[in-house]
């Protein structure tokens, strides 16, 4: 229809350039020609030969890939035609992203043209490609980065999630197939699975409150007290209560798990012995090894909100606690009333984002105790959490779908907790979008 | 008056009464630690915090390149975190620039989308990670654990960027845009010189960030002359915690005293950098 009226167009209708050149973008670079961009239109038409000569072949594969996964075993290999397909999604959107532009452009082009206004020349053209395309410019090296290492990783993880992929489902001697929702389905109706997930699921949140609620309350605390006016040599107090910060953790939690360790640690051997307290089993008793995790976050946690709450009570002016204490108010008072409120609504993001940290803290669990000890009947061991248990499922168990599902489980919680805070953050609400 | 002052005598006693105690569980480990590393022997079985007869014969056993990979364990991990740095300041501060001074399609989109990456951590998807990372070759190499790294600091430090860039004002640049200054002539002169303090935040925790990691390092590396330190001191541990634990002592003091220093030397554009991001963004 479009085609045909535009042979009178041009005289007749006036006021439908907008139109036209729309419907005849849907072949890119035609809108643009009609609109007497030659420029323009050749390079959305060479855009397009050049999109399809070059990925027709990617994109025809990679679609039946992503659909049946392959159908001969050995011959067909179900997770690079994983991969090969979310790179087709890729393009196409992509591909989806230029069409839409070339429709955009021709209709507001159209649009300029029907209200009288003289199209840009070939010269603002160029002008204009470089100011609108800057920006595009200089955000692709990093959106590229981000879209291969990040949000194709991401794809991959949330489609694996739908899939049998595991050690009997493994390429190139098996298929692999789409199962839907089988995977969550298993997780919450198998008895191993089900008592499994809750017992990991269960200590990673107590473990995210404990240790992370000791850390806040320690390092608070600790500002509150060294903040004192009258306590002498604050800057070497404070010196040493960064330490534990200072150190990577990496170094100090290793560290750790050998002053635990049963057979030489110095805890059992020295500590406790001197004490008159016979030796815990810290690292073949779960509830013992847990304990002692928390007791470590606190440990090198604790410095972060102590340098963060130092800094706010030392804004804090004088004066409020002169007209308390004028008021009778007690030191207690004095902390609940003032202190404390301000001190947390200054730090309230950053002990949010604590929580999370916490509830994703692989290292600790991983290298202090391997997330052991082992427990018999089920496939995460004692001081596992969430995602120590999907590293195990990943890397020992070959159960990748499963630990797909799991991994989906969990971003969910932690982008929930994230969007929730961050709709409270005052950037994000002042920050004009668009 | 007398009843004030005891008051504040107690006070003041118990307050460093806590203090002592902290500092003895603060330094306690550094110190038995420190003790470890130059006990002889291997094992702590009979070792003392103070030793009798002290050696620094582990410390010579790291550095022999012969029989030890920790030099360049070392080498690896100062190689990457560096590497990291350089690329993560050059992305995050094109993509900050964009999304701070310019108005495009899919600006609003993609803020969004990069607040959102930026709270899953990107070991999440540790076995796509590892499944794409052999389809590509890019395992068991250095390059591969870089562009990781990069990518999964982009989200958070541009953020982190853009906040302070938005404190910048605007008219600096729409008047040398008068005067006929280009695109990359207002970002190299008049932008980023301005930026230098959060230019220098970013490059700290892009440098401190793959230096601690451990996890992303232990899927994607398995050849032990590739390790960096935190793998690498891992798999001193793993392979016989109580027979070299001395040796790995060693290891742990020279990592935690150089790098504490450059810390507390830097400390406070640390602070600097997480209260904006804190209170910005």
Do not use: C
Not at chain 1, 210 to 239: E, H, P, S
Not at chain 2, 106 to 132: C, D, E, H, S, W
Not at chain 2, 152 to 166: A, E, F, R, V
């Amino acid at each position: 229809m479009g085609s045909l009226q535009t042979n009178i167009g041009p005289q007749v209708t006036r006021t439908k350039h907008a139109r036209n050149a729309l419907l005849l973008s849907i072949i890119p670079g035609f809108g643009q020609f009609y609109n007497g961009q030659k420029l323009k239109g050749s390079i959305y038409l060479v855009l397009t030969v050049i999109f399809f000569t070059t990925f027709f072949q990617t994109l025809n594969i990679g679609f039946w890939g992503l659909i049946t996964l392959g159908e001969i075993p050995r011959l067909d290999h179900s997770i690079r035609l994983l991969i090969d397909g979310i790179l087709a999604l890729l393009i196409t959107v992509l591909g989806l992203v230029i069409y839409g532009l070339n429709l955009f452009d021709a209709y507001k082009d159209g649009k300029k043209r029907e209200i009288g206004l003289s199209l840009n020349s070939l010269r603002e053209q160029y002008r204009n490609l470089i100011d609108n395309g800057f920006p595009y410019l200089i955000i692709s090296p990093g959106v590229l980065l981000l879209v291969f290492v990040v949000i194709f990783p991401i794809i991959f993880s949330f489609l694996l999630a739908f899939t049998n992929y595991d050690l009997y489902h493994s390429p190139p001697a098996n298929l692999v197939d789409w199962v839907g929702f089988q995977n969550f389905i298993d997780i919450f109706k198998i008895d191993i699975w089900r008592t499994t997930f809750f017992s990991v699921f269960g200590w990673t949140l107590v473990w995210t409150f404990a240790a992370t609620t000791l850390q806040v309350a320690l390092g608070i605390f600790l500002a509150v007290l060294v903040n004192q006016k009258d306590l002498k040599g604050k800057a070497i107090i404070r010196t040493v209560f960064i330490l534990p910060w200072a150190v990577p953790a990496f170094v100090s939690i290793l560290v750790f798990s050998g002053m635990f360790n049963e057979s030489f640690g110095v805890i059992n051997t020295t500590i406790l012995a001197n004490l008159g307290i016979d030796p815990v089993n810290w690292m073949t008793e779960s509830n013992w090894t847990r304990f002692a995790l928390i007791m470590i976050q606190g440990w090198l946690g604790f410095p972060f909100i102590f340098a963060m709450t130092t800094g706010v009570l030392q804004s804090i002016s004088d004066d409020l606690y002169e007209a308390a204490t004028i008021d009778g108010a007690s030191a207690w008072q004095k902390f609940r009333k003032i202190t404390l409120p301000l001190v947390l609504y200054a730090t309230a993001p950053i002990i949010i984002t604590q929580y999370t940290f916490n509830f994703n803290n692989f290292n600790i669990i991983f290298l202090f105790n391997n997330g052991g000890p082992a427990v018999a009947g089920q496939n995460a061991w004692g001081t596992d959490i969430l995602i120590s248990w999907i590293y195990r499922l990943t890397m020992t168990a070959g159960q990748y779908g499963k630990a797909a599902a799991i991994t989906m489980i969990l971003s969910l919680i932690v982008m929930s907790v994230a969007l929730w805070q961050f709709k409270r953050t005052k950037s994000f609400q002042e920050e004009d979008m668009m | 008056m007398k009843s004030k002052n005891s008051r504040k005598f107690v006070r003041l006693s118990l307050s460093y009464l806590v203090i002592g105690i902290m500092f003895a569980i603060i330094i306690y480990p550094v110190l038995w630690i420190i003790g470890s590393s130059f006990n002889p022997g291997d094992s702590l079985s009979s070792s003392k915090m103070i030793p009798d007869n002290a050696t620094l014969n582990h410390y010579k056993e790291l550095f022999d390149l012969e029989n030890s990979d920790y030099l360049l364990w070392y080498f690896n991990s100062i190689k990457i975190s560096v590497m990291t740095m350089i690329l993560t300041v050059i992305s995050v501060s094109f993509t900050a620039y964009a999304f701070s001074r310019y108005r495009f399609v899919g600006r609003k989109n993609g803020l969004m989308t990069f607040l959102i990456l930026q709270m899953i951590p990107n070991f999440a998807a540790l076995i796509a990670i590892y499944v794409l990372a052999t389809r590509t070759g890019l395992i068991d190499t250095h390059l591969g654990l870089v562009l990781l790294y990069v990518g999964g600091q982009i989200p958070m430090n541009t953020w982190l960027m853009k906040g302070y860039l938005d404190s910048i004002p605007r008219d600096l640049d729409e008047s040398a845009k008068m005067d006929g200054a280009g695109h990359l002539r207002i970002f190299f002169q008049i932008v980023m010189p301005l930026a230098k303090p959060i230019i220098a935040v970013v490059a700290l925790f892009s440098f401190v960030a793959p230096f601690g990691d451990f996890i992303l390092a232990k899927i994607l590396i398995s050849s032990s002359d590739k390790y960096t330190l935190a793998v690498g001191l891992y798999s001193m541990v793993g392979k016989q915690f109580g027979a070299e634990f001395t040796k790995f002592a060693a290891g742990s003091v020279l990592i935690a005293i150089p790098i504490a220093l450059l810390f507390l030397f830097l400390q406070k554009y640390f602070v600097s950098g997480l209260t904006a991001g804190g209170t910005k963004g």
